[in-house]
């Protein structure tokens, strides 16, 4: 009885040390496990929003370039910058037209020479077929206008356009004064058979006398660039599977590069999978800062689901 007694306060004492320590142990182990699956999650955590920021300043980085790609033609539309590129295109012309001159003047008579003249101006034409080159005088008389020749051979110095701009005598005074230069007006575009705003440029063709010019209307070039900036934007890659699109501020898609079928649509009301109006949050992000960031969920290529 007294050793059993003995045992079992032995056994007892045992148990009193034992368990408060193994107790103590899986405490700490438990705790320690604990602190490094919280020093892990945030480790993770700390990888993942290293490597979102990373990817953010990749895009930024890379749609800067898109827009730098384009920003020539956004230049080259403003109505300062188009003056520069139709006096390019007047004195290139320029050029030809004396070439031309000094090669036949030898050879023809001026009566001939001026006809060859009118016929090499008359039949000139840029842009697909779109832009011309006409002729006046400093009187003004319409030389050769090839588009409206019911112009030729009349007295233009009292034709204004519907500002009341007397513009052909404007050309005659810029010659007089520069001997070239840039003239806006108003001026009917036979595309859309309204009178729109137009720049010209006019140089003095010295051997005859002449004015000779060249117009481009805002809008038809305006168009003619975007739709070269779009075409550039549709064709830019970057990475394995990068591409850039364009949609407007009233949330029509200007261009998807693989997703055509958008063009010219409403995107105002495409959802995403978590019902995220994402176009209608881009057009926000632009309006309050000029630039941001959406995160929402696309279809993506042999995927099944939409992804992040």
Known sequence: MSQFLSVSIKTK???????????VALIGTFVSLENTRSHGNHMIEGYKNDFIASKKSELRSNTEIAFKAIEKFYNDSKPENIGEIL??????????????????????????LKNLIIDYVKSYRYDDGIGYFWINDFYPNMIMHPINPALDGKDLSGFKDKNNKYLFNEFVNTCKK???????????????????????????????????????????????????????????????????????????????????VLDGKSVADTKDKRDKFLFREMVEACKKDGEGYVDYYWPKPNFEDAQP
Do not use: C
């Open 13 to 23: 004492i045992i148990f009193l040390i034992i368990i408060p320590v193994v107790t």
């Open 87 to 112: 006096k390019t295109r007047g004195d290139e012309f320029k050029s030809n037209l004396l070439n031309l001159y000094n090669q036949k003047k030898d050879e023809l008579s001026q009566e001939a």
């Open 178 to 260: 520069s001997g070239s230069g840039v003239v806006t007006y108003n001026w009917p575009n036979p595309k859309t058979k309204k009178d729109e705003d137009k720049i010209s440029y006019v140089f003095t063709f010295e051997p005859f006398g002449w004015i000779i010019g060249t117009g481009e209307y805002f809008s038809v070039l305006q168009e003619s660039l975007q739709a070269k900036a779009k075409d550039v934007v549709k064709n830019l890659r970057y990475g394995e599977d990068g591409y850039f699109w364009i949609n407007d501020y009233d949330h029509v898609m200007i261009m998807h590069p693989f997703n055509s």
